[in-house]
């Protein structure tokens, strides 16, 4: 059973663009709520986490909105660009130190 | 540098035959955890271990096991009842009591010839 939905599973987005990848997930006692990047043949990097208390987090570029009685969480990457080009997981567990229930990835494409 | 190592980088194994994996970390992190990762199947866990001498199974763990008899170390074993081996390994770490991302390693391509 997949305790975490993800999508789109693929997702093309002009260079300046945002792009928008949303989950959803069932388990109200999760209480973490990372996303990780992955290139082609390496292992994923975080990227961004948040909490459920907080409902938005911004890092630089890219930033997770949270709604909680949704139990639904989206990451927004603005100003796009070619290097961006990656599969994004989001993930959720019952704390940071949990093992973290993945989402199936989307694999974005950022066109020049 | 403190990191995950994973060995080998790609691994083909005969019908039959169990292979070990490797995953040695210096981040002094408590827990460790094995993804396996197919195509359009986002990772799912195989096993994890939050302390040494003590694991326990994650979501696919039939066909596998490992060991946790040093802090530093979480081999995986994928034994010949693992009937779809074929895919991309993930060693994972974490430290545990905060807000703390795991660390990957670069993972292990197994193949089954």
């Known amino acids: 059973q997949q305790q975490v939905k993800q999508s789109p599973q693929s997702l093309i987005v002009q260079k300046g663009g945002i792009s928008i990848i949303n989950c959803a997930y069932e388990n109200t006692a999760f209480d973490y709520f990372p996303w990780y990047q992955q290139f082609p043949g390496k292992g994923p990097a975080l990227l961004i986490a948040i909490r459920p208390d907080v409902s938005e987090k911004k890092e630089g570029r890219f930033t997770i909105s949270f709604n909680k009685s949704a139990k639904q969480f989206s990451l927004h990457i603005m100003d796009s660009q070619p290097g961006d080009s990656a599969t994004y997981f989001c993930?959720?567990?019952?704390?940071?130190?949990?093992?973290?229930?993945f989402g199936k990835g989307t694999s974005l494409l950022v066109t020049p | 540098d403190g990191g995950i190592t994973q060995s080998p980088k790609y691994l083909f194994r005969k019908e039959g035959q169990n292979v070990t994996l490797s995953c040695e970390q210096n981040?002094?992190?408590?827990?460790m955890y094995w993804y396996r990762q197919d195509p359009g199947q986002g990772l799912r866990l195989i096993y994890y271990?939050?302390?040494?001498?003590?694991?326990q199974k994650g979501d696919i763990a039939e066909g596998y096991s490992v060991s946790r008899e040093k802090k530093e170390s979480f081999p995986l074993t994928v034994t010949s009842a693992q009937k779809n081996p074929t895919a991309f390994y993930l060693c994972?770490?974490?430290?545990?009591?905060?807000?703390?991302?795991?660390?990957f390693g670069s993972g292990t391509r197994l193949t089954v010839v």
């Open positions: 993930a959720a567990s019952l704390n940071s130190g949990y093992a973290l229930n």
């Open positions: 981040l002094n992190h408590d827990a």
């Open positions: 994972a770490s974490t430290r545990t009591g905060g807000d703390y991302g795991y660390t």
């Open positions: 271990s939050q302390i040494v001498n003590d694991f």
